[in-house]
């Protein structure tokens, strides 16, 4: 039995976990949502100020709530990147740190392999292959994940990530930050067929474009400034998870496989979750969301990964940089 303690701090959460196997043993996270909410967003500078004065606690509540010492230990993982540099390097000091004193085996992570493993989490009994759709803040993809470590990315974004087209739609709505969970609150009982908006228009079949479909929505309340709200956030939704349920489709119909995991913060998503699983029920996919919980940034799913690059053998050293931007494959 593999017991890895997990650090992320790629953005605005200060998170620790010790995670046995795919058993979540403790699980603790420190949100700066309330300290960015002032500014509309994340800023950098204030993220990597609070790591640092969070990071101790948190590390001393995940260990003391997993029940476990130092000698269960066998790993230390740590979010590399992708993110934002001062906040990432506050966790790799910490998890550098750590990992020499105590003599522990340093695992590296991508932080977007991380948000694949929020699945084993809900389903401890999945295995590749399947498809991934990774959408959040930063980052919406498609990957299809061949086996433990073995990565192929169909599609992403051309421009707006889809947590970013929320935070953005939310900005020019006056719902505040994070959008994601105040554009959702503000559709419910709108109509989703209300506005018919764009798709966005791409090359590549598995890639998506959502900067129209911003710019669409700021066309709309500057020539209807006293249109229903609830409408356009529903009709928003509504146009999201249709633009990612097609991706997806034609991502498992391009593969063959009939597996698909949904992670990332906006994996969440009320809309989004019943419409991927309704299409799910229809063709006969088997779908997989991570538990609310580990949908955001989560220090679980970093040791959750590192569980499986452990037993593979794939230490870090202790020489190891930092990364901003990263392909995932």
């Not at 699945?119 to 590749?128: H, K, Q």
């Amino acid at each position: 039995m593999v017991c890895v303690l997990g650090i992320e701090t790629s953005c605005d959460e200060t998170a620790c976990a010790v995670v046995e196997e795919r058993t979540v043993l403790s699980s603790v996270i420190a949100s700066q949502i309330e300290i960015h909410q002032r500014f509309g967003g994340v800023v950098p500078e204030v993220a990597a100020r609070e790591h640092v004065l969070s990071i101790n606690t948190v590390l001393e509540q995940a260990l003391a709530q997993s029940g476990c010492g130092w000698r269960e230990i066998d790993a230390i993982a740590v979010t590399l990147g992708p993110g934002l540099i001062g906040a990432i390097l506050t966790g790799v000091t910490a998890a550098k740190t750590l990992a020499l004193v105590h003599a522990k085996p340093l695992v590296g992570v991508h932080h977007l392999e991380g948000h694949i493993y929020s699945a084993f989490l809900a389903e401890p009994s999945l295995e590749p292959p399947f498809v991934c759709l990774l959408v959040s803040g930063g980052h919406t993809s498609l990957v299809q994940v061949a086996a433990h470590g073995a990565y192929k990315t169909l599609g992403q974004t051309r421009d707006d990530a889809v947590g970013e087209a929320f935070d953005k739609v939310a900005r020019l709505m006056g719902l505040g930050y994070p959008g994601g969970p105040a554009v959702q609150k503000m559709a419910q009982g709108g109509d989703p067929q209300r506005f018919l908006l764009p798709r966005g228009t791409v090359s590549e079949p598995f890639d998506t474009s959502f900067s129209g479909l911003k710019t669409a929505v700021a066309r709309l309340l500057q020539k209807q400034p006293d249109l229903n709200p609830a409408d356009l956030c529903a009709s928003f939704e509504w146009t999201v998870a249709e633009i990612l349920a097609q991706r997806v489709q034609l991502a498992l119909e391009h593969t063959g496989l009939d597996t698909v995991i949904v992670a990332g913060g906006v994996s969440a998503n009320r809309r989004l979750r019943e419409r991927i699983t309704s299409l799910g029920i229809k063709e006969g996919w088997r779908v997989i969301f991570p538990p609310m919980r580990f949908c955001t940034d989560n220090a679980a799913m970093i040791a959750c990964a590192g569980v499986e690059r452990f037993r593979r053998g794939e230490v870090t050293p202790l020489d190891a940089g930092v990364f901003s931007r990263a392909s995932l494959s």
